[in-house]
Nanobody
Framework: VQLVESGGGLVQAGGSRTLTCTASGSILSFNIMAWYRQAPGKQRELVASMSTRDKINYGDSVKGRFTVSRDNRPDRVYLQMRYLKPEEIHHYYC?????????WGQGTQVTVSP
């Protein structure tokens, strides 16, 4: 499984951005698809996760502002981010769990300007 994130870049505070994760394998076989993020010097944190039964969880800091969704054809997972805050400068990672294996993408950087 290979994961490629795209859509990162510079966005103004209060603005929106949508990240895309393109998977090489069929996401129908994935147990969980998720987005994590990491700020410089901090631990990675869960942004959003989605199970194959469409059970969705969001991190407390993004609830009400971020939305995770997917397309089965092509195999993509999206993260729509709204009302971004100046302190939300993170590297965002796409993660999938397939059976007992976990796969991470290389990530994409999102920088929010004041």
């Amino acid at each position: 499984v290979q994961l490629v994130e795209s859509g990162g870049g510079l966005v103004q505070a209060g603005g929106s951005r949508t990240l895309t994760c393109t998977a090489s394998g069929s996401i129908l076989s994935f147990n969980i698809m998720a987005w994590y993020r990491q700020a410089p010097g901090k631990q990675r944190e869960l942004v959003a996760s989605m199970s194959t039964r469409d059970k969705i969880n969001y991190g407390d800091s993004v609830k009400g502002r971020f939305t995770v969704s997917r397309d089965n054809r092509p195999d993509r997972v999206y993260l729509q981010m709204r009302y971004l805050k100046p302190e939300e400068i993170h590297h965002y990672y796409c993660v999938v769990v397939q059976a007992i294996q976990t796969f991470w993408g290389q990530g994409t950087q999102v920088t929010v300007s004041p």
